[in-house]
């Protein structure tokens, strides 16, 4: 799942829940080389396709399952924005500040 934020920041953010086996994973060196590689070739596939003052300045993996047990999404799995900026949002500027395209959230 992907949410973007980030209405205070110059660039758009984009959040990235990762499935739970990719995050059993992300231990692996070549698996986390290549994760980073497949999401930076997203990012930029896709700030090509849409207006500049939208485009995503970085994508955060976070390490947190978003699932209707914590209230990250609804019975339809659908996101609460909220309850992602309320949980997330005092870490935006400073992801938004680092410089890097892909972060992962301690």
Same mark, same amino acid.
């Given at each position: 799942?992907?949410?973007?934020?980030?209405? /205070?920041?110059?660039?758009?953010?984009? #959040?990235? @829940?990762?499935?739970?086996?990719?995050?059993?994973? #992300? =231990?692996?060196?070549?698996?986390?080389?290549?994760?980073?590689?497949?999401?930076?070739?997203?990012? #930029?596939?896709?700030?090509?396709?849409? =207006?500049?003052?939208?485009?995503?300045?970085?994508?955060?993996?976070?390490?947190?399952?978003?699932?209707?047990? @914590?209230?990250?999404?609804?019975?339809?799995?659908?996101?609460?924005?909220?309850?992602?900026? =309320?949980?997330?949002?005092?870490?935006?500027?400073?992801?938004?500040?680092?410089?890097? /395209?892909?972060?992962?959230?301690?």
């Amino acid at each position: 799942q992907v949410c973007v934020t980030g209405a /205070s920041l110059p660039s758009p953010i984009a #959040l990235v @829940n990762l499935s739970e086996r990719a995050v059993r994973q #992300l =231990d692996d060196e070549d698996f986390r080389r290549e994760l980073v590689e497949e999401l930076e070739t997203l990012r #930029l596939s896709t700030n090509e396709a849409i =207006d500049k003052h939208e485009r995503v300045s970085c994508l955060v993996v976070v390490p947190e399952a978003w699932g209707i047990d @914590n209230n990250f999404t609804t019975p339809t799995l659908k996101i609460k924005r909220q309850q992602i900026d =309320d949980y997330y949002g005092a870490n935006y500027q400073q992801w938004s500040e680092q410089g890097k /395209s892909i972060i992962f959230a301690a």
